[in-house]
């Protein structure tokens, strides 16, 4: 497995293998590697001829208050769990290389921002689209994959791509969950065993808005609280949103019919952690 930190190097690797008729799959992560990651790996080892992951804790998608120097880091650990994956190379560049004193240029799209995680988060998806934008042009993949626990990332890139005309295919998968149904990420590093063990409250809410729509419930506002309701019961947990919406706009819907996503924002203590299921009605 290749490492690369130089952006020009980069560029360059990525260019010989378009010259030699390879496919590129990229896999962009803020390291802290965990199955969800390796999940995507897997795929776009089956569909390209190259996989390369990127490994950068972008400083511009964390707020002031939010946890960019606590984030966790092992380069050591990520190296080994994406080579043993199958990835050919890792890009990891520095903060210096990809913010220089004299950055001026931000990416945004609008509308699907400023709600959900976008509501609590301001300045969040600006940092994720620009960082994106500039990994997609100094790699040029053919295909660049996404997990679905971040739904509204996904939903966010995608039309960034369509709107700016990145000829690059955005893929997202299933979210990848721990044994007891909490859903993978690099932030669930921070939580106590006691936290843990409270959380397994997100997806056990989902797995019973699912069941309660099933048996014939589409009234989003009852859903809602029940889901509310359920997640209440636990002290630690406090809600930032609960929401119910359509799976592509992003729209707050009131009645439950076509595809529907049922997304969640939680922190426990200083954690905050987000999950959703998508329903097609
Ligand atoms: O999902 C993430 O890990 C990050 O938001 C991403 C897409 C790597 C951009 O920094």
């Known amino acids: 497995m290749i490492i690369i930190k130089q952006i020009k190097s980069m560029s360059r690797w990525a260019k010989t293998q378009k010259n030699k008729g390879r496919t590129i799959g990229f896999v962009p992560t803020m390291g802290y590697i965990h199955e969800g990651h390796l999940?995507?790996?897997?795929?776009?080892?089956?569909?390209?001829?190259?996989v390369v992951m990127s490994i950068f804790v972008n400083p511009i998608q964390f707020g002031p208050k939010e946890d960019f120097k606590r984030y966790p880091r092992d380069s050591k650990r990520d190296y080994r769990l994406?080579?043993?994956?199958?990835?050919?190379l890792?890009?990891?560049?520095s903060t210096k290389d990809m913010y220089p004193d004299n950055f001026l240029t931000y990416v945004s799209v609008t509308g699907l921002t400023n709600i959900l995680c976008g509501r609590s988060r301001p300045d969040h998806f600006k940092g994720v689209t620009t960082v994106v934008t500039k990994l997609f042009n100094i790699i040029a993949p053919d295909i660049?994959?996404?997990?679905?626990?971040?739904?509204q990332q996904a939903i966010v890139i995608k039309k960034m791509a369509e709107d700016l005309n990145f000829?690059?295919?955005?893929?997202?998968?299933?979210?990848?969950r721990e044994g007891g149904g909490l859903a993978m990420s690099s932030r669930n590093t921070y939580l106590s065993a006691s936290e843990r063990y409270d959380a397994l409250v997100i997806n056990r809410a989902l797995k019973s808005a699912k069941r309660l729509i099933s048996s014939g419930e589409l009234n989003a506002y009852m859903v809602i609280s029940h889901i509310k309701k359920l997640i209440k019961q636990k002290k630690?947990?406090?809600?930032?949103?609960?929401?119910?919406?359509?799976?592509n706009s992003l729209k707050k819907i009131n009645k439950i019919s076509g595809g529907v996503l049922i997304v969640i924002a939680v922190f426990i203590g200083k954690t905050r952690l987000i999950d959703n299921i998508?329903?097609?009605?």
């Open 167 to 176: 000829p690059i295919k955005i893929s997202v998968l299933p979210t990848v």
């Open 236 to 247: 630690s947990v406090r809600i930032d949103y609960v929401e119910v919406v359509d799976m």
């Open 90 to 93: 890792i890009f990891y560049p």
């Open 39 to 50: 999940s995507l790996v897997r795929k776009a080892k089956k569909d390209c001829d190259r």
């Open 82 to 88: 994406a080579k043993s994956a199958g990835v050919d």
């Open 278 to 281: 998508t329903l097609k009605i």
């Open 144 to 151: 660049a994959y996404f997990g679905q626990k971040d739904a």
